[in-house]
């Protein structure tokens, strides 16, 4: 089956600075991710995904990188706010096999 | 329009204990799905329903059983409390099935303790 590797698993960084959450996958068949992220004692919330037929997928501040031949895709987020300070998953997809990554805690400093 | 919601939000157990853990969503979603959240390790699939009637087997299985009541209900069993089913527990569903991409909803969680 699929196994996801997340790194890192603590990010902090200053309010404004840009922060990146790598992952990588294992099953070449993927072909959906992605990205969640979850606020304490809420359930997770999808951010952004991308598919395995785009390189890279843009929403406001937040941006994912996908390459396929290498296995591994990204999250970017620019210009942060404390607001963004959360879990935020990735995962990756394969018919009816979701597998996540454990997670990276973002914390964003005034 | 309330998404995916989930009952109870929280319980405590002893071992050996039997509860039914509830989920219910008002989308119209085909396929639900039941995680299972541990410190450092993500969510595991438990179980997932693809279509009404239908359920199968996901990553961690093992003492867990599954009710797919209808379209909109998905419940998930423990027969036998132990200690280690001490998790939270997210149902989330999608709208689309099998080969397809889809994104998936979560609802709030169920907080389990078994002692």
């Known amino acids: 089956g699929e196994n996801v590797e997340q790194h890192p698993s603590t990010l902090s960084v200053q309010e404004g600075d840009s922060a990146v959450i790598k992952c990588t996958y294992s099953?070449?068949?993927?072909?959906?991710f992605p990205w969640y992220k979850q606020e304490l004692g809420k359930g997770p919330q999808l951010i952004i995904d991308?598919?395995?037929?785009?390189g890279e997928k843009k929403d406001q501040r937040i941006a994912v990188t996908l390459n396929k031949t290498a296995k591994h895709f990204s999250l970017h987020i620019t210009e942060t706010q404390p607001e963004d300070s959360a879990v935020y998953f990735c995962?990756?997809?394969?018919?009816?096999?979701?597998?996540f990554g454990a997670g990276t805690r973002l914390t964003v400093k005034p | 329009n309330a998404g995916v919601t989930q009952t109870p939000k929280f319980q405590v157990l002893k071992t050996g204990q039997s509860m039914t853990l509830q989920c219910a969503q008002d989308?119209?979603?085909?396929?639900m799905y039941w995680y299972r959240q541990d410190p450092g390790m993500g969510l595991r699939l438990i179980y997932y329903?693809?279509?009404?009637?239908?359920?199968d087997k996901g990553e961690v299985p093992n003492g867990y059983n599954v009710s797919r009541l209808n379209k909109r209900e998905f419940s998930l069993r423990l027969e036998s409390a132990a200690p280690s089913q001490t998790s939270v527990y997210f149902c989330?569903?999608?709208?689309?099935?099998?080969?397809?991409?889809?994104?998936?909803?979560f609802g709030p969680g169920t907080r389990l303790l078994v002692l």
């Open positions: 995962a990756a997809r394969y018919n009816n096999d979701m597998r």
């Open positions: 099953d070449s068949a993927s072909n959906y």
């Open positions: 991308i598919r395995s037929n785009v």
């Open positions: 989330a569903s999608s709208s689309l099935t099998g080969a397809q991409q889809e994104t998936q909803y």
């Open positions: 989308m119209n979603h085909n396929s």
């Open positions: 329903s693809a279509s009404e009637g239908t359920t």
